[in-house]
């Protein structure tokens, strides 16, 4: 019913930046939330940044200062400008949606993910 599909990894060096984009598609479904998770090897799945209803915004400590959200839930839509990027946010980035249909069913769905490495 909803594909999510994220883009925008890299390799980049300390101090780089990233802007990393997700679109989900579909239909009969409306989007409560979109943002963005990420893992890194060893770990657990962490989130990074998200877009929730009425259009408040939620960041992890560890990138209050350096990442920036946006986008659009209605249309499907979310970004994240990735500054001043540093080893530690190696990791897999995951886009995740969650929506509900005409019935109030919920659903969370996510995307492949798109591999972020920061290295020198």
């Known amino acids: 019913q909803v594909q999510v599909v994220e883009s925008g990894g890299g390799l980049v060096q300390p101090g780089g930046s990233l802007r990393l984009s997700c679109t989900a598609s579909g239909s009969s479904f409306d989007i409560d939330s979109m943002g963005w998770y990420r893992q890194a090897p060893g770990k657990r799945r962490e989130l990074v940044a998200v877009?929730?209803?009425?259009?408040?915004?939620e960041y992890a400590d560890a990138v209050k200062d350096r990442f920036t959200i946006s986008g659009d839930n209605a249309k499907g839509t979310v970004y994240l400008q990735m500054n001043n990027l540093k080893p530690e946010d190696t990791a897999v980035y995951y886009c995740?949606?969650?929506?509900?249909?005409?019935?109030?069913?919920?659903?969370?769905?996510w995307g492949k993910g798109t591999l972020v490495t920061v290295s020198s």
């Open positions: 995740n949606a969650e929506v509900h249909d005409t019935r109030s069913f919920g659903a969370d769905y």
């Open positions: 877009n929730r209803i009425g259009g408040r915004q």
